[in-house]
Nanobody
Framework: QVQLVESGGGLVQAGDSLRLSCTASGRTFSSYAMGWFRQAPGKEREFVGATTWSGGLTYYADSMKRRFTISRDNAKNTVALQMNSLKPEDTAVYYC?????????????????WGQGTQVTVSS
C-alpha cells in the first residue's frame, strides 16, 4: 500500500503561481511513477502529468506543459506540481497518484493509488 497526502491548494488570482506537494508513505516510493490529475466540477478526471520513478522522464497534458512542472524528491518521498500563470479554468480538485507503471497514468489515465485531493480555485 501507498498512502498519498496532498497539500498546498488554495484560492489564488488569475496569473498567480501555486505549488502543490504530495507526500507518500508506505511501500518504496522511489519504485513508483508519480503523477497528478485534476477534476473540475461536472467534468471528467483529467491527466495533468506524470514522472517516472527516477524523475528522468516527465510527461504532461498538452494544454499544461508550458505552465506546469512536476518534480520529485525520492529522498523526501515527495512529488510537487508547480503551476504558473494560473487561469480560472485551472480550478479543480488536484489529485496525487502513484502507479507501478507510468503507462497506467499517461495512457490509461488511471492509477494504482490516489491521494484525497486538494482544492485549487483560481479567481478571475
Amino acid at each position: 500500500q501507498v498512502q498519498l497526502v496532498e497539500s498546498g491548494g488554495g484560492l489564488v488570482q488569475a496569473g498567480d503561481s501555486l505549488r502543490l506537494s504530495c507526500t507518500a508513505s508506505g511501500r518504496t516510493f522511489s519504485s513508483y511513477a508519480m503523477g497528478w490529475f485534476r477534476q473540475a466540477p461536472g467534468k471528467e478526471r483529467e491527466f495533468v502529468g506524470a514522472t517516472t520513478w527516477s524523475g528522468g522522464l516527465t510527461y504532461y497534458a498538452d494544454s499544461m506543459k508550458r505552465r506546469f512542472t512536476i518534480s520529485r524528491d525520492n529522498a523526501k518521498n515527495t512529488v510537487a506540481l508547480q503551476m504558473n500563470s494560473l487561469k480560472p479554468e485551472d480550478t479543480a480538485v488536484y489529485y496525487c497518484a502513484a502507479a507501478a507503471n507510468i503507462a497506467t497514468m499517461r495512457v490509461r489515465y488511471e492509477s494504482d493509488y490516489w491521494g484525497q485531493g486538494t482544492q485549487v480555485t483560481v479567481s478571475s
